[in-house]
């Protein structure tokens, strides 16, 4: 059973996302909360697999709460799915970089959203990376191009685990990197989770940003 806590300050919101997650045979929404500080303490007290978290709400918003369950050892297994209105809001590149699996649009279709989910609670990548992706290529698009320390991390990456982060990057899943690089899909498993170790990532979206903050891949313009 998937258990679902809900983040949002709007509880007409936080009813509709009730009763479309409890309408699921293997999903169960655990608690509600109308801030970061009360989302924290719901995940504390009733435990969670995925939050649900509004990235703008009073108070503790979403992306310092994002910060402090990623930042909680005992919280480790928790997986944060960040929902916005605007998905070119600054703030959600700043959630992924503190933890965060992704982000969904609230306008997301029924399927979308518990998919996310499953998803998210499997520990995978998030329902569309490539998604993701293009939400932090149009950010590092604005910035200073790559950092000096994120180039430095990949100093301790092999040839072949810099193929496979620049493909993940590139929104591919396992199946499709294994395809291009001709390697079993068990492999390529393998070198992202050595990609997660070295680079102290928590997901695959980390990794997303670690490529592009390095400059291994560069935004597309246009």
Do not use: C, W
Not at 64 to 75: G, K, V
Not at 77 to 85: A, D, F, N, W, Y
Not at 119 to 129: D, H, M, T, W
Not at 191 to 206: F, M, P, W, Y
């Amino acid at each position: 059973m998937i258990r679902v806590v809900l983040a949002d300050d709007q509880a007409l919101l936080r009813s509709a996302f009730r009763v479309l997650v409890e309408s699921e045979p293997d999903m169960t929404v655990t608690g509600e909360a109308s801030d970061g500080a009360e989302a924290l303490r719901v995940v504390r007290e009733a435990g969670a697999d995925v939050v649900l978290m509004d990235i703008r709400m009073p108070g503790t918003d979403g992306l310092a709460a994002t910060r402090a369950l990623s930042a909680d050892p005992e919280l480790a297994g928790v997986r944060v799915v960040i929902l916005t209105t605007f998905e070119r809001d600054d703030y959600v590149v700043e959630a992924l970089r503190a933890g965060a699996a992704g982000f969904l649009g609230k306008g997301a279709e029924p399927a979308d959203m518990l998919g996310a989910i499953r998803v998210a609670a499997a520990g995978e990548a998030l329902l569309s990376p490539a998604a993701t992706r293009g939400l932090i290529a149009r950010f590092l698009e604005q910035g200073d191009g790559p950092r000096p320390e994120a180039a430095a991390a990949l100093d301790v990456l092999t040839a072949r685990e810099r193929e496979v982060l620049a493909e993940v990057a590139g929104g591919l899943s396992n199946d499709e990197i294994a395809a291009r690089l001709t390697v079993s899909p068990l492999t390529v498993k393998t070198h992202i989770n050595r990609l997660l170790t070295k680079l102290g990532a928590r997901d695959r979206a980390q990794l997303v940003i670690a490529a592009y903050e390095s400059g291994l891949v560069r935004p597309r313009v246009g």
